[in-house]
């Protein structure tokens, strides 16, 4: 079964615009970590930000923000003010217990336009 | 601070050929090691880890192979590589749970 599902195939964004990417996951543990990854055309996976499952808060790193809303199983991405460089294939992930092995989404791309 | 290599970063081999891509980490002390393969467009299958010297897991069976012979060092082997091996491979390490981060990968086109 898919672990992780990632929807949108592409988006198109405005430059300087805020832009959200979905991710929906599917487990059955209580203790879980989500990420997302960015790739850019050079291929190097890029972290971008972490996401506990017991963790209150949403995280943020910069223009990057988690909407995490355990109860759906989703762990959108926010990226605000969209820049030219931030277009890129965006991957979300999950981890579960006990090792720490990634299952990934198909991704997004994103395309910025000025 | 930490770094991860890999090599080659492109390789283009015939079919029935071996295969050795090597990865190594920096700045850090016994990590999981990971290899992951995505192909084109695709998202990442988790190959093999390892959390320590010697230790193998693999998660999809295939002709391809991992060895761990030192603790910052990760090895995919295989005897006769397949048509169907071509992709992008990547390296990861992690130490805990919060990050796995990822060398530059190798692109490999057999042919």
């Known amino acids: 079964a898919q672990k992780i599902t990632q929807t949108q195939p592409g988006m198109f964004v405005q430059e300087k615009e805020a832009v959200t990417l979905d991710c929906t996951y599917d487990t059955s543990d209580q203790s879980y970590g989500l990420f997302w990854y960015k790739q850019p055309s050079s291929g190097e996976m890029i972290f971008l930000i972490y996401q506990g499952s017991y963790d209150e808060q949403n995280a943020t790193e910069g223009r990057y923000s988690l909407n995490f809303q355990k109860a759906r199983k989703s762990a959108n991405l926010v990226i605000s003010a969209s820049q030219l460089g931030d277009s890129a294939m965006y991957f979300c992930a999950m981890r579960e217990s006990p090792d720490y092995k990634l299952s990934f989404g198909a991704g997004t791309t994103v395309t910025v336009r000025a | 601070s930490q770094t991860i290599h890999q090599w080659p970063a492109t390789l283009v081999q015939p079919v029935g050929s071996p295969l050795s891509l090597e990865c190594t980490v920096e700045g850090t002390s016994n990590p999981n090691l990971y290899w992951y393969r995505q192909a084109a467009g695709r998202g990442l299958q988790l190959l093999f880890y390892s959390v320590g010297i010697g230790q193998i897991s693999s998660e999809v069976p295939q002709n391809l192979s991992a060895s761990r012979p030192q603790d910052r060092q990760f090895i995919l082997s295989s005897k006769k590589l397949l048509l169907s091996d071509s992709g992008f491979y990547l390296c990861?390490?992690?130490?805990?749970?919060?990050?796995?981060?990822f060398g530059p990968g190798t692109r490999l086109t057999v042919l």
């Open positions: 990861a390490w992690s130490a805990g749970g919060r990050g796995k981060f």
